[in-house]
């Protein structure tokens, strides 16, 4: 696809872990509004992608631009700042933190009370505002709530009656829509999800693609990865799949849902491990 | 130039050599530790010690010959550190990992203080009859000890080789090292292997005590801190839980010193070390020899932090205890007061710690170079003429921005690497006050200091002090109350739960961190300063290692992060034993029971951290 007019470019993303190569020469270009998937094997490099994307990690080679910005290896938060807001795979929340307080740590990127840009003395102004608290500063705490319980509430009933509960008292599953929330709570330009469904079951995961899809269909820029293939033909406007660092296939879901590369690349790691449930659930998300 | 080469560059050798043999002994146990029980066990120098005084009794008192003594130091090393482990780290096999490494700390106290009970608090002569040789080689030689002891050392080295890598115990321990949970569902016995692994490393440490006595006919009881470090160091160098690059690391350290002596004088040998070391931990955290690139992400921060609500006290009751605490001086006993007066600065600077160590996760053990600097400052700005009242808000802001600036390069360690760097930083504080004399007075300390007064209002009377400092802990209680519920105390406690995805929410982390020891250091640099005015006197040493686990032991006591509860412990650590008079002697062996039993038994603390 053609470069120009994408919300997100990366271009020969590569990062080598020891003598291995993780992500080698990656490309990933989003559009405004397009819900773009990653799929393949474990050990494909995906979520070390998002790392790169996101500031986790530091990559080797390549170039990162959102919205024509260059954003290749700013520190996290530099890039939360820049409008990249993005889920974990295994969930991390604050434990010890309320749910309220989870997503208002979501906030954070444009809480003014720890904007000020005074040189040499804005730390000294950060901690008076937050002693002296003067009512624009309350304002701005009290609008920022209102928001975080609205976006709690897209969660129905899940998270709202637990608002004041620290997430450690959370089950798995609201864990991930904490994490969720608190993503929101950014105002992403583009949200990038890490298999938000990973150790749910099917309710809950039906429940979760019910509102990933709301997302989408509020016009939001998503990167997905996700092993739960049912779920990406359905959502996706493209696919990316990769295998051994390197993309193999991209395309709408029926191009790569055909691809002889896609359904080797899961079936050639299974005549190695035995079976491969991936290039099972495959086949299944083909029907 | 000439002078330089003219040097004895042979001599210095050779003892960088023995020294760092030493050092490798003590590395070597901390690296096994650290390897098969992931923990930085400071108590490693007391058990040195302790290997020490047992040599001196088999070998002066008992007239025992040096073999024989080598053999019972080892067995005795080796059963108090098969002890240690027992009783001490083994109860908290499912507690965080930061727990084990605080208990170390109060079984180091307590074994320290045993000495100390023991055999009096004066160092004693460890003279031990070796042939008179020494072997000239070039321009320098070479004595008979300095062979015995590089000697022990191999064989020490050799038999540790054998034991790990030709015995089935030792392929255990190396299982285990490599990955704990594999080796106990293959079923390695942990308990017995982390046992063993303590007892070898106590075996050795001792018969470091020992030989370090001879070499230097002096044994000290109070080294324990100080040769802890040093092997600490050493494995930093080779990389924690490196067995053969402890040894390296020791070797290394040991000529480092030796030869850093030389050019630039004996009152430098430490700093050389902590210099050394806060290098390592900022340029290469895995050690020199570790070809990986990026340090394994240790998601320890805060873990301490356990999942128990805080204590709500309602506000009434605040109210009411701060009445009665006003009160004090009313009962009439001066003693008393003065005994609250001393508690309740250091409830200041627990107040100051359990914000870093406790709300932001950041658990240091170098906090008394805080309270040392708010000293200096208000000291030397009021001995120059300032009256005290601006002396004291001048420190308190030049702790501040200190505070800040010196833990900047703990901030990006995580679990006991922020231990061991702040632990470093504290220490050089202490060697550069010691050794900047022009501004300082060096090991003079600072005579004369004026006492308390606020413009011209003297506040020197036992009575005035005491609710001049009270009303200090009110006010900035208040305070860090109300920073705790603000923004910045929610993004304090988020970089605790999980910097990494604080740092990928848009919290600048490092920043928010300076914040916090910012804040810290202005409370801590009050709490030092009025400490100074009172006292009138200071030098480097009045605010030491000790000061900073009394003060981590009252945080934790109160409830890690928990204001109320750092001022509630600060009366019940601070006061009980001074108030107590039999108990101020066994001040230490208190102390270090306390953090014990509070680990195991009430992690929490007793309000509940926060």
């Given amino acids: ?236 406007d493209r696919i990316m799949a990769m295998d051994n660092g390197k993309v193999i296939a991209e395309g709408t879901p029926a191009q790569v849902r055909n691809d002889p590369r896609v359904i080797e690349a899961y079936l050639g790691h299974s005549s190695i491990g035995g079976t491969a449930p991936a290039a099972k659930s495959l086949t299944e998300g083909a029907q | 130039m000439e002078s330089l080469l003219s040097l004895p560059w042979f001599d210095f050798t050779i003892s960088g050599v023995v020294i760092g043999s030493i050092y490798a002994l003590m590395a070597v146990g901390l690296a096994l530790i650290f390897g098969v029980a992931n923990l930085i066990n400071f108590a490693h120098g007391s058990v040195f010690t302790v290997g020490s005084y047992i040599g001196w009794t088999c070998a002066v008192a008992l007239g025992l010959p040096l073999w024989a003594t080598v053999l019972v130091v080892a067995a005795a090393g080796g059963i108090v550190g098969a002890l240690i482990e027992l009783l001490a780290i083994r109860p908290l ?84 090292a490599q990955d704990g949970d594999a080796a106990r569902q293959m079923g390695v016995g942990i308990n017995a292997i982390n046992m063993t692994v303590f007892g070898i490393a106590g075996a050795l440490g001792a018969i470091a005590g020992l030989l370090v006595g001879i070499y230097y006919n002096s044994i000290d009881p109070n080294a324990s801190f100080e040769i802890m470090l040093k092997g600490m160091v050493a494995i930093v160098i080779g990389g924690m839980s490196n067995v053969p690059g402890a040894i390296g690391g020791g070797l290394i350290l040991g000529l480092i010193e030796s030869y850093g002596i030389a050019l630039f004088g004996a009152s430098y040998r430490d700093l050389f070390a902590f210099a050394v070391l806060l290098l390592m931990l900022l340029l290469r955290p895995n050690g020199l020899f570790a070809r990986a690139h990026a340090r394994e992400a240790e998601p320890m921060t805060g873990t301490f932090v356990t999942r128990a609500k805080p204590v709500r006290i309602p506000a009434w009751a605040l109210v009411a205890g701060a009445v009665l605490i006003a009160l004090v001086p009313a009962l009439g006993q001066p003693y008393l007061t003065q005994v609250m007066t001393n508690a309740l600065l250091y409830a200041l600077a627990a107040m100051s710690l359990t914000l870093v160590a406790g709300t932001l996760g950041l658990i240091s053990i170098g906090h008394a170079a805080l309270l040392a600097v708010g000293a200096y400052a208000s000291a030397l700005l009021t001995m120059a003429g300032l009256p005290v009242a601006l002396g004291l808000v001048l420190a308190a802001a030049i702790t501040a921005v200190l505070g800040a600036a010196l833990t900047y390069p703990a901030f990006r360690l995580r679990g006991h690497y922020v231990a061991i760097g702040t632990l470093a930083i504290g220490e050089i504080v202490a060697l550069v006050i010691l050794n900047w004399t022009s501004l300082t007075h060096g090991s003079m300390g600072l005579y004369g200091i004026p006492p308390l007064e606020l413009f011209g209002i003297p506040l020197f009377s036992t009575n005035a002090s005491y609710w001049f400092v009270l009303a200090l802990v009110i006010v900035f209680a208040l305070l860090q109350m109300r920073l705790l519920s603000s923004h910045l105390g929610r993004t304090w406690r988020a970089i605790r739960e999980d910097t990494i995805a604080a740092e990928t929410y848009g919290v600048a982390s490092n920043y928010y961190k300076g914040l916090a020891f910012g804040f810290a250091g202005f409370v801590a640099g009050i709490s030092g300063a009025v400490s100074a005015h009172q006292f009138s006197y200071i030098n480097y040493d009045t605010f030491n290692l000790l000061t900073s686990v009394l003060i981590l032991t009252i945080v934790i006591l109160g409830g890690l992060g928990n204001v109320t509860g750092a001022i509630v412990a600060a009366i019940i650590v601070a006061g009980l034993p001074e108030v107590f008079r039999t108990l101020a002697e066994y001040r230490m062996l208190f102390y270090g029971m306390a953090l014990l039993l509070l680990i195991r038994f009430r992690p929490q603390g007793l309000m509940g951290s926060d």
């Fill in chain 2, 93 to 176: 096999n499912h507690q965080s990992r930061i727990a084990p490494l605080l208990a170390t700390i109060g079984v180091g106290l307590i074994l320290d203080q045993i000495v100390h009970i023991i055999f009096g608090a004066n160092p004693r002569a460890l003279p031990v009859s070796l042939p008179n040789l020494r072997f000239s080689i070039g321009s320098g030689t070479i004595g008979a000890i300095d062979i015995t002891i590089f000697v022990t050392g191999v064989i020490s080295a050799l038999a540790l080789y054998l034991f790990l890598f030709h015995s089935k115990l030792g392929m255990a321990v190396r299982a285990t």
């Fill in chain 1, 1 to 236: 696809m053609a470069t120009e007019g994408a919300l997100l470019s990366a271009t020969g993303i590569t990062r080598r872990f020891g003598g291995i190569t993780a992500v080698d020469g990656v490309d990933l270009h989003v559009r405004e509004g397009e819900f773009l998937s990653v799929i393949g094997p474990n050990g494909a490099g995906k979520t070390t992608l998002f790392n790169l994307i996101s500031g986790q990690d530091r990559m080797d080679a390549g170039r990162v631009t959102l919205e024509g910005r260059d954003i290749t290896n700013l520190t996290p938060h530099r890039i939360a700042e820049n409008g990249i807001a993005r889920t974990f795979q295994h969930g991390r929340v604050f434990g010890n933190l309320t749910v309220m307080d989870n997503v208002l740590i979501g906030c954070h990127t444009r809480l003014r009370a720890a904007r000020s840009r005074v040189p040499v003395l804005a730390p000294v102004i950060e901690i008076l505002r937050a002693l002296i608290r003067p009512a624009p500063v309350r304002a701005e705490d009290a609008a920022m709530r209102a928001e975080a319980r609205d976006i709690i509430a897209t969660f129905g009933d899940r998270l709202t009656p637990r608002i004041d509960q620290p997430t450690y008292s959370l089950s798995y599953a609201n864990r991930r829509r904490v994490e969720i929330a608190r993503a929101l709570a950014l105002h992403p330009r583009i949200l990038i999800l890490d298999e938000p469904t990973a150790g749910m079951n099917e309710s809950e995961t039906a429940e979760m693609q019910q509102i990933i899809g709301d997302l989408k269909a509020q016009g939001r820029t998503i990167l997905l990865i996700e092993h739960k293939l049912n779920m990406v033909m359905q959502l996706s």
